[in-house]
């Protein structure tokens, strides 16, 4: 199949032929392929004048030479869109020395507060996410299949997008009342009308909307009168039969400082995780987030890029934002090589530590000795952050269990196992073990 | 085809029509306006691609059909034809005969088959307006816009509905103009977003109409009906900026002044004013002092103290001439207060007691 480009330029030549310079110049010029798909060519024209005359009097000419160009072409549609002809420079002269008001530029539709960037189009679906899309694309569907949705996972791994891409599709497809809304700008909002005094305004704004999409879930802990409000409008929201999605970094029961009321009835929607990407989906994630900027990433160089970047998506795109600015300014295709030598900084090296150096780490932090991990002692402020170390040990580096009781201090391998068997089910009631682990892992 | 009517009512009709025709000769139909004689009708219709017109008068028609003629030549000689009452337009080998009953003109047409239609606004939305409204909301405002093409929606009218009014914002983010212009009912849309330079054909064709007018809007365009003209603009499909945030909430300093005193003011400073048109202010409400400054090295200077009541604190602050200026236009009010919000932070002017219009511009870099 030709590239959009290619063949566009191909009909544009012949049509040219056909036509006068002056009408090839106003009518065709200014008009690109946008997409092809399944034999429908989407034609994207400057403005409705453009449209008629195209659809009026070339509609069957353009068809027709499409065919002869490729088979399978079926149709075409027109698109309005706003011209792709490189803008002019910006015209400073009086203006320079004028400050620029401080407008910041706002891609965000304030109606719903969803930036129309984030679509489906531009989601990368892997085995990592599968399971979340497949849920989003469920609720799109049919509203209120899975009720609420709760989308949690590390930073950067797409939950916004995500939320944002459900919202965007929503409303593109059923002109539903979507919100977004970060848990952040809820509380605030809900600050500034208990200031003003305009409670009842702050409850029918969110009560109208058919679909309510809160992100960042987690920054509620600790805020009682919103957790109250989000508690009451999610009540009044899931009877009223409304769409509710939330996103968090972490599973709501870990969720430090959330009513339990609020936990409960988080979980008892669809809950869905989304893990690290693996390297598979790492790759396909940088292919098209570099086709997007138009810029072509040698096979070798993803492949080495997502291998030197673990799990973090955002740290990707950053990694490939550099690169492209090098090879910009540039002007040329960096090397392997060199494109070792500038993400040396960049880049997290993948972790190999010894085990004893995830001793000294546990120990440090503990603030007791390194030795007393490997001696029998059973005193309880040592006990603890050995059974750490070993399940970090165990998770985080995969060192088998006899191994690791022998390196600490020839311990027999069921005690390993127990060890970790019991700081796993601590972990999941242990709020305070959770964070304790966190910021070991950041250590490491 | 052949028609008879009114050269009064053809002659704004074509004067309308001509206004939209394109400049451009890359497609020299588009300077044409296309005539079509139906039954009793005559349509008339003009586009530049960015704008399009159509207008239905009443005529006799004696034979139907259609012809384009170049509209600055049709324009020219029926509003130089004198003291005739009636014009007959009609065909002769596909070119344009107009007769009265001393004159004879035959004009040379271009194939109407390059003629563009004008497009239907499909699956609009049906607005109403008082025109009066619109044009004065458009005026208060347009002369903000950005004439730069980077950012298509700066360089567009920002309309959106507000409670009981509705609101037309335009900046080309060195100034900015706002205008509240309070309505009967609530409109019920929620932005549009026009081309800055279509604007002055739209106010020119709504001054045509008294009282309301019919808007339809789509995504892509809008369209006034007004009488029997139809006009249709394309609108942006963007995102205006959050402007609101910049308004300055409080201000620091204070001045109020008599508008043509300041305006007289400014013209003799700007004499004096350098090439980036900088007209320096010194306010000292402990002193009484409002003093403008300007100073060219090659002119000369210029320093002019006005009658003023002030309050709050001293402030040196410099601004381009040309902007400040600007706003009068939109200001109907006698006096004009001047709001500062210390150096470097933008000017808000407003009428007193005027709460429609606000204008905040950028003071200049020292």
Redesign the interface.
């Known amino acids: 199949m030709l590239d959009n480009k290619k063949l566009w330029d191909s009909v544009l030549a012949r049509v040219e032929l056909l036509v006068s310079k002056?009408?090839f110049?106003?009518w065709f010029k200014p008009t690109y392929v946008l997409k092809q798909e399944e034999g429908i060519i989407t034609l994207s024209v400057p403005?409705?004048?453009?449209?008629?005359?195209l659809s009026?009097k070339f509609h069957k000419t353009m068809l027709k030479i499409l065919r002869e160009l490729q088979e399978n072409v079926r149709s075409i549609e027109y698109v309005?869109?706003?011209s792709q002809a490189p803008?002019?420079a910006?015209?400073f002269s009086?203006?320079?020395?004028?400050?620029?008001?401080?407008?910041?530029?706002?891609?965000?539709?304030?109606?719903d507060n969803l930036n129309p960037r984030y679509t489906f189009d531009s989601f990368v679906v892997g085995p990592f996410n599968e399971l979340a899309h497949a849920a989003a694309q469920a609720i799109i569907k049919k509203p209120v299949a899975y009720n609420p949705l709760f989308i949690y996972g590390n930073t950067g791994l797409g939950k916004t997008h995500l939320m944002q891409a459900i919202g965007n599709q929503m409303k593109g497809q059923s002109g539903k009342k979507i919100y977004y809304v970060t848990s952040e700008k809820f509380s605030q909002d809900l600050v500034n009308c208990i200031q003003s005094n305009k409670m009842k305004n702050f409850k029918d704004k969110y009560r109208k909307y058919d679909c309510l999409i809160m992100d960042d879930v987690q920054f509620l802990s600790n805020k009682e009168k919103s957790q109250e409000e989000l508690f009451h409008l999610f009540n009044y929201l899931y009877d009223n039969n409304k769409q509710l999605v939330f996103s968090s970094d972490k599973h709501p029961n870990f969720i430090p400082g959330l009513e339990e009321r609020l936990k409960s009835r988080c979980v008892a929607g669809m809950m869905v995780d989304i893990p690290a990407p693996d390297q598979e989906s790492r790759v396909a994630i940088l292919q098209t987030k570099s086709r997007a900027h138009n810029f072509t990433l040698p096979r070798e160089v993803a492949d080495y890029l997502a291998s030197s970047v673990e799990g973090n998506i955002r740290e990707l795109e950053g990694l490939l934002n550099s690169l492209m600015h090098q090879s910009q300014v540039r002007g040329r295709e960096l090397s392997l090589v060199e494109i070792k030598t500038l993400l040396k900084n960049s880049a997290k090296p993948i972790k190999n530590l010894s085990v004893k150096e995830v001793v000294k780490i546990v120990a440090g932090f503990y603030n007791i000795e390194e030795d007393s991990i490997y001696d029998k002692t059973r005193r309880k402020e040592v006990v603890r952050p050995r059974q750490l170390a070993m399940y970090i040990l165990r998770e985080e580096f995969n060192v088998s269990y006899p191994s690791i009781g022998q390196k600490l201090g020839g311990r027999d391998h069921t005690t390993v196992i127990h060890s970790c068997e019991k700081i796993k089910n601590e972990l999941k009631v242990d709020n305070l073990l959770v964070q304790e682990l966190t910021q070991i892992k950041a250590l490491i | 085809m052949k028609v008879e009517c009114l050269k009064e009512k053809i002659t704004t009709a074509i004067s309308l029509a001509e206004k939209i025709t394109s400049r451009n000769t890359?497609?020299?139909?588009?300077k044409c306006v296309l005539l079509e004689a139906k039954d009793n009708l005559l349509v008339i219709k003009a586009?530049n691609?960015?704008l399009?017109i159509e207008i239905t008068l009443p005529v006799k028609t004696e034979e139907v059909g259609i012809v384009a003629v170049p509209g600055n030549t049709l324009n020219t000689l029926i509003t130089s034809l004198q003291g005739e009452k009636n014009i007959i337009l009609e065909t002769k080998n596909n070119n344009l005969q107009i007769s009265t009953k001393r004159n004879k003109t035959l004009i040379k047409s271009y194939p109407h088959e390059?003629f563009?239609?004008i497009?239907e606004v499909s699956g609009a939305k049906k607005l109403t307006f008082n025109s009066k409204d619109l044009i004065n909301g458009f005026k208060s405002v347009w002369y903000s816009s950005s004439?730069?093409?980077?950012k298509?929606e700066l360089s567009s009218i920002f309309v959106y509905p507000d409670n009981d009014s509705v609101v037309f914002v335009a900046?080309d983010?060195?100034?900015?103009a706002e205008k509240k212009i309070k309505v009967k009912q609530k409109k019920d849309f929620?932005q549009i977003l026009i081309p800055f330079k279509n604007i002055p054909e739209i106010i020119r064709t709504l001054e045509q109409a008294e009282g309301e007018i019919n808007v339809f809007l789509s995504?892509?365009?809008i369209s006034f009906e007004v009488n029997s003209i139809r006009l249709?603009s394309?609108v942006?499909?963007g995102?205006?900026?959050?402007?609101k945030?910049?308004l300055p909430k409080e201000a620091t300093t204070e001045v109020v002044v008599l508008k043509q005193d300041l305006i007289n003011s400014l013209k003799v400073a700007n004499i004096f004013s350098d090439?980036?048109?900088?007209i320096s202010m010194k306010i000292s409400a402990k002193q009484k002092i409002f003093e403008l400054s300007t100073k060219n090295g090659e002119v000369g200077e210029n320093q002019d103290k006005l009658e003023a009541a002030l309050s709050g604190e001293d402030i040196e602050i410099s601004?381009?001439y040309?902007?400040i200026n600007d706003s009068f236009q939109s200001i109907e009010a006698d006096s004009v207060s001047l709001s500062f919000n210390g150096a470097?932070k933008?000017l808000v002017l407003r009428g007193v007691n005027d709460k429609s219009f606000l204008y905040?511009v950028?003071?200049?870099?020292k």
């Open positions: 002056g009408n110049n106003v403005n409705p004048f453009v449209k008629d005359w009026d309005i869109s706003a803008k002019e910006p015209v009086g203006h320079m020395p004028t400050q620029e008001l401080p407008l910041s530029d706002l891609y965000i539709n304030p109606e | 890359t497609l020299p139909v588009l586009t691609l960015d399009g390059d563009p239609g497009p004439i730069s093409s980077m298509p900046t983010s060195f100034r900015l929620s995504k892509n365009q249709i394309r942006i499909d995102i205006f900026p959050d402007y945030q910049i090439n980036f048109n900088q601004f381009n040309k902007y470097g933008p905040l950028s003071p200049m870099n």
